[in-house]
């Protein structure tokens, strides 16, 4: 079915027609703490708990991208990058004007061994290592909620 149907000579959206998702690369940033492995989430524009995550980069791969996204976002200086997904779930991206898409995230695991105070979005974003069973209870995407359940 097309996305736009002709009704009495005006054009509608189609309720029904997918739209393609939008893509996006996150890190899932983990670190061995004293009880445990660990999870570093950071705090959305919006107040909610996520992973770093970003669009996917020109010139580089996606785990690269997701790398970066972990620098800038919250301060991963240095740690070991999987070239391949471990994941992907499925969310609405919200837009600053209020309008929603659905996304599709890829996620890559980086095993963090060195962060820095300093980083691009410092004083945007906090951040905040937490043990697995408590990031499941802090985030709100079920789709992540499953992902951290694997760990």
Known sequence: ???LQRTTGARKVDPTAKASPLLQVAALCTRQGHKGT??????????RWILPKGW????RTDAEAAKLEAWEEAGVAKGS??????ARFMTKKRFEDGTTAPCLVTVYPIAVTT???TYPEAELRRRR???VKKAIKLVSEEGL?????AL
């Not at 660990?38 to 107040?47: C, D, I, K, P, T």
């Not at 990058?81 to 471990?86: D, E, L, M, R, S």
């Open 1 to 3: 079915m097309n996305m």
């Open 56 to 59: 996917p980069m020109d010139g």
């Open 145 to 149: 909620r499953d992902i951290l359940r």
């Open 129 to 131: 290592w937490v043990s």
């Open 38 to 47: 660990q999870v570093l989430l950071v705090q959305s524009s919006r107040g």
């Open 115 to 117: 962060m820095t105070k």
């Open 81 to 86: 990058v999987g070239k391949a997904p471990i």
